[in-house]
């Protein structure tokens, strides 16, 4: 054995010794758990007893629960807030990317509900979406509105959840946008000024374009965030909303769980909506695959 | 409108977003001159040492004191660019560009406004009495501030217990899983490992797989160990490391030359010494801003502590404020939920202001990257 390829064995082992513990993390927490979860969902089971297998029964028993599908609807409806968040926050970065005064200090605003535990703001805007007393029909007041009893109607729970979250969101969204426009070359728009190109084609033909890697970074994880919302429903509306108007599909599978320890179901939903998540994901990336080679 | 924002963007290139800079509006609210060498395009990270970054950069490199850009591992720095700015101007543009530039701001700060309101009145409302709660209209300073309600808050709950445990489980992920995630990003970019890439591509499989997903399975193995109703649950997993977190720190470490570590090899340094001397010391912006992020994540959970804690004692700040939520409801004790739930902010909002433009850019990063 030469020198050198005992050198090399020396730093094999020493860089695996350094990747074990992702490795090994990853086959007790991630593969170990999907396996087990696969085969839980094919059973009924009550997490304690034994385990019953009962095949397919569970994902069969998913399509026609009409809470399960009312879930995941309350689930899309959600996600209504991410294309209006963005476009606020598009056009907040292209403010923001102005010398304005105050800048800075704006811009940390804007972050302060992004850092803001969740737990907390939830509780907070439960609170001011009392129909009697709340912040918001306070301030719908001023206007003459009589604003609605929000969180305890069907009508009005999603769309105030929805208000919550582009109001979290939208620091977020804001900052990479914010960095993005920043590194738009400023020689385009000057072309496109000797073009004699207006405001608005530039936005339209220069940053927007130019922003398309964040827009779409900002989708695929906010959607993959989004699937999975559950602190804020669990918070707000603690009993799945008005007629369950609120519950998320994360709500549903908890509550299935770990409230009616049913496991082997609520494992069978889980898994469904982790599929549901990648093929998702994996379109979004297709489209944006094809669109950004018509662009080209 | 976005011709201005073209102009701003190569002054903030040039001086980055530094807080406290205001009123620099005649620099920028006017067109320069095109100049083709020496426009800032691609932002000022330095040619060669970060082709990841380069162009995505918010103003990284010119921050580079503030260390959160992979653009410059040291001993490189960031180049210090001396904006240069438009000698010839004409007062016209200038002044309709100020105009704007305040309508902007206006509209912005009504923006900030809503932003900010929401929190001052969680924070008004917790020094209210429990009939100032419910004045009409609104009370937004409360006559006399009742502080007494954050004595009654750390008296009658479990405030303090969330505390300490969201404090534990938080320092005990953050700083044991950024040394399995330095050590596994050291070795996934720098060592020589067969299958070191489908090792990586094997990991990332795993981010793909939401929580939700393993939510019950990780609580049945967790409850067969007798784990349930302690902090372990929240604590071990992560601790093995994050693969996002791992993620950035080898994309760090891409950008630094391999030449140093390959010298440190020859003067007999062993992969540990390599490692701690060497490795951690250049990551360590990175890691710090990963730090951070990570921190503020576990510390903000909810879903993972509520299925795994029962104890009132045992639970995270999170889940003491959600139950106060449910609790002082009924008693419609509005000031001591909002109390508890402003006191739960108060030390994120607190490391968020002090590195909030570290905080900032990392977070532009991790975006413009992924």
Not at chain 1, 19 to 32: E, K, Q, R
Not at chain 2, 73 to 78: D, E, H, L, Q
């Amino acid at each position: 054995m030469t020198r050198s390829s005992r050198l090399h064995q020396a730093e094999h082992r020493w860089a695996l010794a350094f990747v074990a513990a992702p490795v090994l993390g990853y086959v007790l927490f991630t593969a170990y758990p999907v396996g087990f979860a696969l085969y839980t969902s094919m059973t009924r089971w009550n997490g304690l007893g034994a385990m019953r297998f009962i095949g397919l029964d569970n994902y069969v028993r998913l399509f026609g629960d009409q809470y399960f599908w009312q879930s995941m609807g309350n689930t899309v409806f959600y996600m209504i807030g991410i294309p209006i968040g963005l476009a606020l926050s598009l056009a907040l970065a292209i403010g923001m990317n102005r010398a304005i005064p105050l800048r800075s200090m704006l811009r940390t605003v804007y972050y302060v509900p992004v850092i803001s535990s969740l737990a907390a703001i939830a509780i907070l805007w439960q609170w001011a979406y009392n129909g009697d007393f709340g912040l918001v029909n306070q301030f719908l007041a001023w206007f003459g509105i009589d604003g609605p009893n929000w969180l305890a109607s069907t009508l009005w729970a999603k769309p105030a959840i929805v208000i919550m979250l582009i109001w979290k969101g939208l620091g977020y969204s804001m900052i990479l946008y914010l960095a993005a426009i920043q590194s738009v070359p400023r020689s385009l728009y000057e072309a496109a000024e000797l073009d004699g190109a207006n405001g608005w084609q530039k936005f339209r033909t220069i940053t927007l374009p130019m922003v398309r890697p964040v827009t779409f970074f900002l989708v695929v994880t906010q959607v993959i965030a989004g699937s999975q919302i559950f602190t804020e429903i669990n918070i707000m509306t603690p009993g799945g909303g008005p007629e369950y108007s609120t519950a998320s599909s994360v709500f549903h599978i908890w509550r299935q769980a770990f409230r009616y320890q049913d496991m082997g179901y609520g494992t069978a939903m889980a898994i469904m909506l982790g599929v549901l998540i990648l093929i998702i994901t994996l379109v979004q990336f297709r489209l944006n695959q094809r669109n950004s080679f018509v662009l080209d | 409108m976005t011709e201005e924002s073209a102009t701003s963007s190569a002054s903030s290139t040039t001086t980055g977003t530094t807080p406290g800079r205001g009123g620099t509006a005649p620099d920028t609210a006017e067109r320069t001159p095109p100049r083709a060498g020496t426009t800032p395009d691609k932002t000022g990270t330095p040619a060669g040492t970060a082709p990841a970054t380069a162009g995505t950069t918010p103003d990284g490199a010119g921050n580079g004191a503030a260390g959160t850009a992979p653009g410059a591992p040291p001993p490189g720095g960031g180049p210090v660019r001396t904006g240069r700015r438009p000698a010839a101007r004409r007062l016209g543009r200038r002044a309709q560009g100020r105009i704007a530039d305040w309508l902007v701001l206006a509209v912005l700060a009504v923006g900030g406004i809503a932003m900010v309101a929401p929190l001052v009145w969680m924070f008004s409302t917790s020094l209210k009495t429990k009939t100032e709660v419910f004045a009409l209209p609104p009370v937004w300073i409360p006559e006399i501030p009742q502080w007494d309600t954050y004595v009654r808050m750390w008296e009658n709950s479990n405030i303090l217990t969330g505390f300490q445990n969201s404090f534990v489980v938080a320092a005990s992920v953050t700083v044991l899983g950024t040394i399995t995630c330095s050590l596994a990003a050291f070795a996934l970019a720098k060592m020589r490992l067969p299958g070191r890439n489908a090792i990586f591509v094997g990991l990332l499989t795993g981010v793909m797989i939401p929580f939700p997903t393993l939510m019950i399975p990780q609580f049945v193995m967790f409850s067969r160990i007798g784990w349930v109703d302690t902090l372990l649950p929240l604590i071990v997993p992560a601790v093995f490391g994050n693969v996002i977190v791992i993620f950035f720190l080898k994309q760090y470490l891409e950008n630094v030359p391999n030449s140093i570590i390959e010298a440190a090899k020859i003067d007999g340094a062993s992969y540990w010494q390599i490692f701690w001397r060497l490795i951690f010391p250049i990551i360590r912006p990175a890691v710090s801003a990963q730090f951070i992020l990570w921190f503020m994540m576990v510390w903000n959970d909810y879903l993972a502590p509520i299925l795994y804690l029962n104890t009132p004692e045992r639970q995270t700040l999170q889940v003491v404020i959600a139950n106060m939520n449910v609790q002082y409801a009924t008693q419609r004790d509005y000031p001591l939920i909002m109390a508890a739930s402003f006191v739960a902010l108060l030390p994120i909002l607190a490391v968020f202001l002090i590195f909030q433009r570290q905080i900032i850019e990392s977070v532009a990063l991790t975006g413009t990257k992924g």
